[in-house]
């Protein structure tokens, strides 16, 4: 799928829904200028649409892919552009109770995003030291 970090929800397939035209929607309203720059209709193909969105002050565009399973997005943006996707991915989901998850490319680092973070939360949280098991008796 992608070698780029990965905004999805544990709990199964559709569980994000973020339909493609509420997804585009909403990510026309994020970023003014977004444009759609791919879609597939091949129900093959685990990608449905591919927009390209620039933050004010950036230098550079960068693009988020929708899943067509609507479980997860991804993109190809820099560090702080990722975390503003999982911001905002977080606050469109319409179920606050689903979990929404960052997870780096070779998914050994993970952080739940909640309702309401900030970036250097998420940030925080995806760069903690995972906890070290105990040793038993």
Not at 6 to 16: A, C, F, V, W
Not at 40 to 63: A, I, K, M, N, Y
Not at 108 to 135: K, R, S
């Amino acid at each position: 799928m992608s070698n780029n970090p990965l905004i999805y929800t544990p709990d199964g397939e559709g569980s994000l829904a973020l339909e493609t035209d509420a997804f585009v929607e909403a990510a026309f309203s994020r970023w003014p200028g977004a444009e759609v720059v791919w879609t597939s209709e091949d129900p093959d193909d685990p990608v449905d649409v591919t927009l390209r969105v620039q933050d004010p002050g950036d230098t550079h565009h960068f693009q988020i892919f929708h899943a067509r399973a609507l479980d997860s997005v991804w993109s190809d943006g820099n560090e702080s552009q990722v975390l503003r996707v999982a911001q905002w991915i977080r606050a469109a989901v319409p179920d606050k109770d689903k979990r929404v998850v960052l997870l780096d490319p070779v998914m050994w680092v993970a952080a739940v995003v909640q309702p309401g973070m900030t970036e250097d939360e998420i940030l925080a949280a995806w760069t903690a030291e995972p906890p070290m098991p105990t040793e038993g008796p």
